[in-house]
Nanobody, 120 residues
Framework: VQLAESGGGLAQAGGSLRLSCAVS????????IGWFRQAPGKEREAVSC????????SYGDSVKGRFTIFSDNARNTLYLQMNNLKSEDTAVYYC??????????????WGQGTQVTVSS
């Protein structure tokens, strides 16, 4: 199992970024997969998760209405579209795979992370 994030960088507040996570070793449709982030001095938190088999999604309260998670199962790639970025979105963003198809728990594989920095 491998997960490789890309697309992070520097953005201005109010701007947008799109993160990608290319996966291998499993099918996206068989497991829940999601985006998590960790800011300096803080614990890792769930940003958004998806079960691409049934289309169910979940979002953290702080990103609802601004971020959208989606996948391209044919390309085995997960995405996170981030709009109206805020300085508090600054963090390292990780792609994670769950052991199961259930959202929000059982995540046991992680990518290396990609840095997102939002300037105000």
């Amino acid at each position: 199992v491998q997960l490789a994030e890309s697309g992070g960088g520097l953005a201005q507040a109010g701007g947008s970024l799109r993160l990608s996570c290319a996966v291998s070793g499993f099918r996206l449709a068989d497991y829940a997969i999601g985006w998590f982030r960790q800011a300096p001095g803080k614990e890792r938190e769930a940003v958004s998760c998806i079960n691409s088999s049934d289309g169910s999604t979940s979002y953290g309260d702080s990103v609802k209405g601004r971020f959208t998670i989606f996948s391209d199962n044919a390309r085995n790639t997960l995405y996170l579209q981030m709009n109206n970025l805020k300085s508090e979105d600054t963090a390292v963003y990780y792609c994670g795979k769950s052991r199961w198809a259930t959202l929000n728990r059982g995540y046991n594989y992680w990518g290396q992370g990609t840095q997102v920095t939002v300037s105000s």
